[in-house]
């Protein structure tokens, strides 16, 4: 299975934008890369996944090197409510969080 | 739909009692999933089941013991509770489980908070 690096922890400003790297060197040239991320005290939620081009949705865009061996979540403006911990999870025979990175909103 | 449900949400053992962690679904998902979460930690794999009938270990299953015989249901049992297995217990659940693609989202239950004493 892919393993993944990410910063242990990122700040940003409330209303600005975020990029969160992974770096998943390993993945193989078939598998999606998902995101989710963790709100203090709640299980984890689903954010974004793709395979090779750029995918966006309400929440988050996804930004996904031509090599496939990193990845980008960009949230356009930070809100106090995306202060959460962001897991990338490349696919694999088994779903495996990492530690995540600790994303902190300054308000 | 009442998605991932888990219970209890909060439970109280003494060193050597056992104990069944209840999760269900109600969305037909073949896969499913339990991990621990440690304080300050990210989330380990204990068990996991790709459909009825069929499940296999992931990373930390010591001390855990599970079985799927119905598509909805997915019991995490405990057989000699250990302060060890002080923590936080997510049940997840999705359509395909990994290298599920586009439909491989997984959906997790409250969790359940368990203290070994």
């Known amino acids: 299975d892919a393993k993944t690096t990410q910063p242990n922890s990122m700040e940003s400003n409330e209303e600005e934008p975020v990029h969160l790297p992974c770096n998943h060197s390993t993945i193989s040239g078939t598998d999606y890369i998902h995101w989710y991320r963790q709100l203090p005290s709640q299980g984890p939620e689903y954010v974004i996944h793709?395979?090779?081009s750029n995918v966006n949705n309400r929440m988050a865009s996804l930004a996904i090197a031509e090599d496939r061996k990193s990845s980008t979540l960009i949230l356009h403006r930070a809100t106090l409510r995306d202060a959460a911990v962001y897991y990338c999870?490349?696919?694999?025979?088994?779903?495996?969080f990492g530690k995540g990175t600790r994303l902190h909103i300054l308000p | 739909n009442a998605g991932v449900t888990q219970t209890p949400k909060f439970q109280v053992l003494k060193t050597g009692q056992s104990m069944t962690l209840q999760c269900a679904q109600d969305m037909n998902h073949e896969y499913m999933s339990w991990y621990r979460q440690d304080p300050g930690m990210g989330l380990r794999l204990i068990h996991y089941?790709?459909?009825?009938?069929?499940?296999d270990q992931g990373e930390v299953p010591n001390g855990y013991n599970v079985s799927r015989s119905t598509t909805e249901d997915f019991p995490l049992r405990l057989l000699s509770a250990a302060p060890s297995q002080t923590s936080v217990y997510f049940c997840a659940s999705s359509y395909s489980g990994p290298r599920g693609g586009l439909t491989d989202t997984q959906y997790f239950g409250p969790g359940t908070r368990l203290t070994v004493l």
């Open positions: 999870i490349p696919e694999g025979n088994k779903i495996i």
């Open positions: 793709g395979l090779t």
């Open positions: 089941s790709v459909g009825a009938g069929i499940t």
